[in-house]
């Protein structure tokens, strides 16, 4: 277990009020659904609670709960995987061990030279689209054409399409690797007790326009939601791994960006509840619309996060547009250099930030929690801040962010959230609940 800075006393109780420790349900030892823990069973079947989040409006979220023993599977490869997930059927897959986006069809790992297309190489990419020679215009041209053909390549390998109806839950130590669930035009999905782990783009693109220099820009999130109603995420890690953006050169100066998001919502997505999970470690977690057009997304991209730990992970925590967001209950740790800001304020987004925890790095101060992606308003009530070296003490987000920067965001997003479960917690206690229990490889599997 992490480390946490509070009493062991506390840590204690707060482990007492936890599912019952792994050591009492040790690993499947079989491959199939026979040698399944009682309680393997039982949480796979177990159906979003009624008015937990966005997800349980509706017709709710079950999953694959309703799955008949045909319909229950243990995978262990991406083709297994791939295989037991593509059907409508309501469906139960467990995920065992590590499955790699990357494994070919032999097992064996692939690398990016193998997605690459013929006419592709970084080498080619870099020296065609070098703003000294391109100048400040999208690259275009053989050399890109030949990128586009190699992430389409990439797609159809490290992509994984999730049908409705389903409950995918990972075994104990389960874990997806190089690998995007796309739950993409469907309904009805659980996700549960896996941890992500470094979704690459082996082919990121080159946008001389973004920001003031440029960037590079990757797709490949870990989990994207686009047109898909009635979705829960929970008890999750994700993590960069041994590949974090650290690690990568700069090109045209600036950072060689492989990764994208963590959990992206978008594209109309709606009726989503992100619970208990761990975002660790990373820069874009999640988006939450990513368009400015205001058209099929209006009343749509309505989320509910609670009870998640956002460690070290830099933007994006999430970043709205148009939806009624409700944040409550959530951990945030943030610091180090690559931090940009926690919650994002897009147009027409509606946050409702209630009873969040923020222990913050020196360098870091309240007025540096939101960012206004030119949007007009946030609700924030109840939410506590410890900032380096000093006490937890509670914080108006948006008094604090108007003081620094205008324009001024207005302190009423326009709604109350009336979906959520269980007792909202006092934002001191969030962290010492929270901390411990977020996150994969903590639910009794
Ligand atoms: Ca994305
Ligand atoms: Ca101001």
Redesign the pocket.
């Known amino acids: 277990m992490r480390k946490i800075a509070v009493g062991t006393a506390l840590i204690t109780l707060t482990l007492t009020a936890a599912p019952a420790p792994a050591a009492a349900h040790p690993p499947v030892g079989g491959g199939g659904p026979a040698a399944l823990s009682p309680l393997a069973r039982q949480l796979a079947r177990q159906p979003l609670p009624a008015g937990d989040g966005w997800a349980a409006a509706g017709p709710g979220t079950t999953g694959g709960a309703a799955a008949s023993p045909d319909q229950v599977h243990v995978v262990t490869s991406r083709a297994e995987l791939v295989a037991a997930l593509g059907s409508d059927n309501p469906k139960i897959v467990y995920v065992k061990g590590t499955i790699d986006g990357f494994e070919g069809a032999d097992g064996r790992l692939l690398d990016c030279t193998d997605l690459a297309d013929p006419g592709y190489s970084l080498d080619a990419y870099l020296a065609a689209y070098d703003p000294a020679v391109w100048g400040r215009a999208a690259p275009s041209g053989p050399v890109e054409e030949a990128r586009l053909r190699s992430v389409s390549n990439q797609t159809r390998h490290t992509q994984v399409e999730v049908g409705s109806n389903t409950t995918v839950i990972g075994l104990r130590g389960a874990r997806l690797a190089g690998l995007t669930l796309m739950i993409d035009r469907v309904s009805n999905v659980i996700v549960r007790n896996i941890t992500f782990d470094d979704a690459r783009d082996c082919f990121p693109a080159w946008s001389p326009t973004d920001g003031e220099t440029g960037n590079w820009n990757s797709q490949f999130d870990q989990i994207s939601v686009r047109r898909s109603e009635n979705v829960w995420i929970d008890h999750n890690t994700f993590t960069d791994g041994d590949n974090p953006d650290r690690a990568q050169p700069s090109y045209f100066g600036r950072p060689y960006q492989v990764h994208d998001g963590s959990l992206d919502i978008t594209h109309t997505a709606s009726l989503v509840t992100v619970s208990w999970n761990r975002f660790d470690g990373r820069d874009k977690v999640m988006l939450i619309g990513s368009s400015n057009t205001v058209g099929p997304d209006v009343d749509r991209l309505k989320v509910t996060l609670h009870h998640n730990l956002f460690d070290r992970s830099s933007q994006r925590l999430p970043r709205v547009r148009f939806g009624q967001v409700d944040v409550y209950n959530n951990a945030y740790r943030l610091g180090g250099e690559s931090f940009e800001y926690a919650i994002g304020v897009g147009v027409q987004s509606a946050v409702y930030a209630e009873n969040n925890h923020f222990t913050l790095d020196a360098g870091i101060g309240a007025a540096d929690l939101l960012y206004n992606w030119d949007g007009t308003a946030i609700t924030t009530r109840g939410n506590w801040a410890k900032p380096a070296g000093g006490a937890a003490r509670p914080v108006d987000l948006v008094a604090a962010y108007?003081?620094?920067?205008?324009?001024?965001l207005s302190p009423d997003a326009g709604w109350t959230p009336a979906l959520r479960h269980g007792p909202v917690l006092p934002a001191p206690l969030v962290p010492l609940v929270v901390g411990p229990l977020a996150g994969a490889d903590r639910l009794p599997l």
Not at 402 to 408: A, G, S, T, Y
């Open positions: 108007n003081v620094v920067h205008d324009p001024d």
